[in-house]
């Protein structure tokens, strides 16, 4: 089975294809001085172009895990979240508190996506 690796840094990969699927590392903002909405957008949006990198788009993601690192910003995280999403082609999702490597960063989000 193939495995193509793209973006790598020292310590992982951005995102992953194999056997059919695209992982993505957890994403986080590149401008962490936003709000969790503004920053949701943005790893949306890095998403967006990881996917397209590997083939693949939105519509595809079977599998979502989202960091915040507080449960308080969840609705407003969901706001973004919603926009992207359209009500369509819903992942499956799990959103959990977490204290996140950044201290400034609210959300991290990671998806799996079929090819």
Not at 54 to 59: E, I
Not at 60 to 71: G, H, L, M, P, R
Not at 77 to 87: K, Q, S, V
Not at 99 to 107: N, Q
Request: charged letters at 25%.
């Amino acid at each position: 089975m193939p495995i193509s690796r793209h973006e790598p840094s020292k310590i992982y990969s951005k995102g992953v294809e194999a056997n059919g699927f695209v992982f993505t590392a957890g994403i986080v903002a590149e401008d962490i001085g936003q709000d969790a909405k503004g920053q949701t957008q943005q790893i949306l949006r890095e998403i967006d172009r990881l996917l397209k990198l590997c083939g693949t788009d939105k519509a595809k993601v079977v599998s979502a895990t989202i960091w915040v690192s507080d449960i308080r910003l969840r609705e407003t995280m969901n706001e973004a979240w919603n926009a992207w999403t359209g009500g369509q082609h819903l992942p499956g999702r799990a959103c959990i508190e977490a204290k996140l490597a950044d201290p400034r960063a609210l959300v991290e989000i990671a998806v799996v996506a079929a090819k």
